[in-house]
């Protein structure tokens, strides 16, 4: 620190660092020196050096990625999830100048929150014309329904996020609120503990403050929302699903905080209270921590069309049954055009000018307004009030003399609509890219959170930069950069990142979702489904490319059955089943589609595919280490996908490292989900699966008598694909039979992978299910299960495989095996039936076809 | 005048419904001119959760929850009510204020008018568009008062528009509704709504009852009667002045108000999500009569 900071010019990582600046840099002043609190960083950057940097800023991407930290784009078609971009060099704020903005943002808070009171209660500002009513009435984020409804306790707005800009005076600026359910606080955490982990280097010497206690601030501020001042209260994270751009937050944020993450369809109103669907039945929830727009929590008395919400949500809230935070109809804060009025409320409410500057407004709602606005439209950004509307925000200097003239025409025709606001020069930070820092224009997001004593304030946030120099976009739809943000700490206070989960769900019973339960069970089905077929084709495809160099007479007998096998486990007839003389001279095009084409149902990427939406969907059951899994998972697949079909040879490989991916998916999953309603469903999922599959195979293969030589060469693969061969050497010590081989697949209870420990295993965990259901061993399901478990206990291997002498087929023999098969798909439907009912609604009244009534 | 009315609605279930939710608009207002004297409303199968409460516009709303399985829904509201003439209609008939000075009047008046601000403004069923104002232009020419304006607009609507039931369904915007210009009392007074609203004027929506009279020498069916929708326009120092241009007249006696709104989305008489994915079958019947 005391080496005093070298002169840009001298150093190659920020050469050329101020050339064509016009802003203020948060980094550096006008005379290219580092500002004081930056000094001490750039430093550590310095002893790490540019290559090194370069390789962590590497590494760092890769953590990411590999936690699973995305963020959705909508429309793109690419994929689900863009990987979240972490630069490596914070934003760093000084103690000082941090203690403004806190001072500012709680007054800031403080006055919305009296605002949105106001607005759901008396509207006295709007009687007394503070508030033009129609910039309340017309924004969409009113919510007549919601009028009147209150939250215990003295904060409506629980919680409060703005996003800050230094201005070209230096002052730090609000840009805009968010207020109804603000994200990023997740992926700011997120960014702290992945620099933390992969560039420690970088905090040497720095007192960084941490951002543990803000959680647990807002975990207390949930659990004093509670009805009824309840004090171990039930709290959801409401989540619109895995599509939502954000959904990688929601499901860390649930895990970080110990809450059940819930979408709209886990939760029901029943007499007045909010339920969640669990797998032992309906729990009460209490709080609501809420990630879907307002609009669409309540399709009874808000929108209809929305399936993201739970009907008669509002009547509970009403009766004071559950609290939502923040509560719905708060997101009438977003409403761009108060900006222009706020000035007011801050002198209504507390008699003092706003301590942060926000960006000059002009709502159009007002004559003299709307004609500033349109004679200074090259200098303003035009916007809608309301942030998620068709209307697209646009730079007043960046349209054609049309553009300008439809843009005019728009205002004049709704002017409420429209507000100007003042083009903002942001400040840069510097981003290290290419070897090199550069600066970017830069936006923190901010947030607080309603307290007994006050809102407090999460000292840091999520910094954003934008994606190119020059540009001005630094949202994440459009793929900005991220920064860790390090306010300095003056005094180290009792930060104890752990007290959150301690005070939250901990002293509840946790529950499972039945939606989570299912996904889980799906999860168990499409893995063992994956790994199946990934063996049984690769042992194909061995036999097949070793055809090639013996020429004997009774290998094609063995592999047509083969290939047939391959289409009934994979259920993609007809394939080698009917008609099937070109795909058996020629199996490589068709094995081929059956582990690479995408859309074809049954094929290895698309089970894959469904596998990897299931572990998306169920992504807060997951630790870090399954997550790194299920990135490898995910990269092998993309191999798979561009497999091409005189490539085949490589799919030997692929295949064996996806399958030992998905083992040791299963095995890290078996460990931390230890005991848990969740980890029954997963493994119910997983054994149905297995047998199955194993049926389909015996069937296939053992439903026909066959020359000794074949049936040789059937049974060794078969052994082989189910991993039996060497077992069934060290037991029957015989040649390779039929008999002795049923024996070993079906009733072998040494044998984890026969029918009958399979099945064993099922009966167990039907029974603790119904144990929890209704404090007996017995249910529908159990009962079921034992059924099958007792016929193949029973069953008569001798009698089963007589072979009739003409069709040299054993009858009896696929009888029982497609018997068993329905029996075990009826299970899996009635656990579907009684676990994971999902219930869909309508309107009443459906209204297309429903006239006025006159 | 007391009415005695009788609203029936029946709900037909394809498939079984597991738990049904509704919010009914069916009490009637109390008013200056109209009294609510008694209003029962009988619901089969019984709702296990039944709660009245005000909405944000006055009304009195019922939400209902049935939690077991039912395929078949009925709702019978039997009201009781008194009516007197309004008076508004005839002050504004001597009102000498200019329909373009309305806006800055409500708006002066912010402390007792803030409400009424909302009524400008375009929702639901009520957008702006260009072409409804130019329809409604030549009712009001400049100097005009908001009076005759308003008569000239219910007229031109009146003849303009077919009366159609079956032609349109809730779903139809009004804009469809002027180019086809057929439609019902609902789409007569949405298009009302709409045409004075892009004017800046704050207009209402009023759902209710009208009682209708036999042809001469007929005896009234039961069941023949309608619920019902008409407009009512914001008068400076008056208040609510009602017209109906579907008959192109001004309520009196036989008009019985049910609710206001700004259009029928906040007064739908029934409205509700039921857990079900089968198809649904709809009744209606209305008697209104006259006690006395």
């Not at chain 1, 001490?40 to 590497?58: D, M, P, V």
């Not at chain 1, 490596?88 to 203690?99: C, H, M, Q, T, Y």
């Not at chain 2, 000239?152 to 039931?165: C, D, G, R, T, Y």
Request: some cysteine; overall charge neutral.
């Amino acid at each position: 620190m005391s080496n005093g900071f070298q002169p840009l010019s001298l150093n190659n990582l920020t050469s050329g660092y101020l050339s064509d600046q016009k802003v203020i840099d948060e980094c550096f002043n006008q005379n290219e020196q580092a500002r004081d609190s930056w000094k001490q960083l750039l430093t550590n950057i310095e002893n790490l050096g540019t290559a090194e940097l370069k390789s962590r800023q590497q590494e760092l991407l890769k953590i990411l990625q590999e936690n699973g930290v995305t963020y959705n784009v909508y429309g793109d078609t690419s994929g689900l999830n863009r990987p979240w971009l972490l630069d490596a060099v914070p934003l760093v704020i000084s103690a000082a100048e941090w203690r403004g903005v806190e001072r500012g943002m709680k007054q800031r808070a403080y006055v919305l929150n009296k605002l949105l009171e106001d607005i759901y209660g008396d509207r006295i500002l709007l009687k007394k014309g503070i508030i033009p009513p129609e910039l309340i009435y017309s924004h969409p984020g009113f919510l007549r329904p919601c009028d009147k409804i209150k939250l215990p306790g003295d904060y409506q707005l629980t919680m409060y996020s703005a996003d800050l800009s230094r201005g070209p005076d230096g002052k730090v600026w609000v840009i805009k609120d968010r207020a109804q359910a603000p994200s990023g606080m997740g992926y700011a955490l997120e960014n702290r503990s992945a620099l933390s982990r992969v560039i420690p280097e970088l905090f040497q010497q720095h007192q960084v403050a941490k951002l543990g206690g803000f959680f647990s601030n807002m975990m207390q501020a949930l659990i004093q929302i509670a009805p009824q001042g309840k004090e171990h209260p039930r709290i959801v994270l409401l989540t619109p699903g895995p599509r939502n751009e954000t959904y990688f937050e929601h499901a860390f944020l649930a895990s970080y905080l110990g809450i059940t993450l819930v979408q709209g369809e886990d939760l029901i109103m029943r007499d007045s209270f909010v339920w969640i669907k669990t797998v032992e039945g309906l729990e009460k929830v209490d709080v609501i921590l809420r990630r879907v727009d307002d609009a669409f929590c309540d399709p009874l008395e808000l929108r209809e069309d929305s399936q993201l919400g739970i009907p008669g949500l509002l009547q509970a809230v009403r009766k004071g049954n559950v609290a939502i935070a923040n509560p719905l109809g708060s997101s009438i804060l977003e409403n761009t055009g108060l900006m222009a009025f706020l000035h007011g409320a801050f002198k209504y409410f507390l008699n003092e000018e706003p301590i942060i500057p926000m960006i000059a407004t002009w709502w159009c709602g007002q004559k003299k307004e709307m004609d500033y606005v349109l004679e200074h439209l090259d200098t303003l950004v035009i916007k809608d009030i309301e942030r998620v509307s068709g209307f697209k925000t646009v730079m007043g200097s960046r349209l054609s003399k049309a553009q300008k003239e439809e843009l005019i025409r728009k205002i004049k025709f709704e002017p409420f609509r429209y507000v100007g606001q003042e083009e903002v020069e942001f400040s840069t930070s510097p981003v290290f890219t290419k070897e090199k820092l550069e600066p970017r224009f830069t936006v923190l997001r901010s947030y607080l959170v309603a307290n007994k004593s006050g809102y407090e304030m999460m000292r840091g946030g999520l910094t954003r930069c934008s994606p190119e120099r020059g540009s001005f976009l630094v949202s994440n739809q459009d793929g900005g950069i991220s920064k860790d943000t390090w306010v300095e700490a003056t005094f180290t206070k009792t930060d104890s990142p752990s007290v959150a989960r301690q005070t939250a769900d901990m002293k509840r019973k946790a529950v499972l979702p039945s939606r989570a339960a299912e996904n889980l069970f799906w999860v168990g089905r499409y893995t063992q489904r994956v790994v199946r077929t990934s063996r049984f084709i690769r042992i194909v495809l061995r036999n097949l490319t070793q055809k090639n160099y013996i020429q004997g007479g009774n290998d094609s007998e063995s592999l047509k059955v083969l290939l047939q096998t391959v289409t009934h486990i994979t259920d993609t007839y007809p394939g080698f089943v009917e008609d099937a003389e070109e795909e058996m001279n020629n199996p490589l095009p068709e094995i081929h589609q059956l582990i690479c084409n995408p859309d074809r149902a049954g094929s290895i990427l698309f089970t894959l595919s469904n596998l990897l939406k299931s572990m998306y969907a169920a992504r807060d059951r997951w630790t870090v280490d399954s997550w790194r899994i299920i990135d490898d998972i995910e990269n092998i697949k993309r191999r798979i996908a561009v497999l091409e079909p005189d490539g085949i040879r490589h799919a030997f490989s692929l295949l064996d490292q996806l399958t030992g991916g998905l083992l040791s998916f299963s095995e890290m999953t078996r460990q931390s989900m230890y005991r848990s309603d969740g980890r029954i469903m997963y493994r119910m999922g997983q054994l149905i699966e297995e047998i199955l599959m194993e049926l389909a195979q015996y069937k296939s293969i053992l439903s026909h008598d066959y020359e000794e030589s074949v049936e040789f060469q059937l049974l060794e693969a078969l052994l082989l694909s189910n991993q039996n061969l060497s077992s069934y050497r060290s037991v029957y010590r015989t040649s390779l039979n039929v008999s002795p081989t049923i024996d070993l697949l079906f009733l072998n209870s040494q044998n984890p992978t026969s029918i009958y420990s399979q099945l064993e295993r099922i009966l167990d965990y039907s029974r603790s299910l119904a144990q929890k259901e209704n404090g007996t061993n017995d249910n529908e399901i159990s009962r079921l299960v034992f059924e099958c478990y007792s016929q193949v206990r029973l069953m008569n291997i001798d009698a089963l495989i007589e072979v009739d002498k003409e069709t040299n087929h054993r009858k009896a023999f696929d009888d029982f095996c497609s018997t068993l098969q329905k029996q075990i798909l009826n299970v899996s439907a009635k656990l579907s039936a009684n676990y994971f009912s999902h219930s869909t609604y309508q309107q009443q009244g459906s209204k297309d076809g429903f006239q006025f009534e006159v | 005048m007391r009415y005695k009315i009788r609203h029936i609605t029946e709900y037909r279930y394809q498939d079984t419904v597991s738990t049904g939710h509704n919010r009914l608009c069916l009490v009637p207002i109390n008013l200056p001119e109209q009294k609510c004297i008694s209003s029962n409303i009988k619901i089969s199968p019984t709702p296990d959760e039944l709660t009245y409460r005000t909405d944000f516009f006055g009304n009195t709303l019922l939400f209902i929850s049935i939690y077991k399985e039912h395929s078949q829904l009925e709702i019978i509201s039997d009201s009781v009510i008194d009516i007197e003439n309004r008076i508004n209609s005839d002050r504004a008939f001597s009102s000498y204020v200019l329909w373009r000075d309305v806006k800055e009047q409500v708006a002066l008046n912010g402390e007792t008018y803030a409400d009424v601000m909302q009524y400008t403004l375009p929702s639901n069923h009520v957008p702006y568009s260009e072409e409804i104002k130019r329809f409604a232009e030549d009712c009001f020419p400049e100097d005009t008062t908001l009076w005759s304006g308003c008569q000239a607009l219910m007229q031109k609507i009146f003849k303009s528009l077919e009366f159609k039931p079956g032609f349109t369904t809730v779903n139809t915007p009004v804009e469809s509704v002027l180019k086809s210009r057929k439609g019902v009392c609902q789409d007569f007074a949405h298009l009302m709504i709409a045409c004075l609203r892009n004017l800046g004027l704050p207009a209402r929506y009023v759902s209710g009852y009208i009682e209708t009279i036999p042809p001469p020498g007929k005896v009234k069916l039961v069941g023949s009667d309608a619920s019902h929708a008409w407009v009512a326009v914001f008068f400076p120092e008056i208040g609510w002045v009602e017209f109906d241009p579907t008959n192109n007249l001004l309520p009196s006696y036989k008009h019985i108000t049910v609710a206001y709104g700004r259009d029928y989305f906040d007064v739908a008489p029934i409205k509700g999500i039921i857990f079900s994915s089968g198809k649904q079958n709809i009744v209606v019947k209305v008697d209104v009569n006259r006690m006395s």
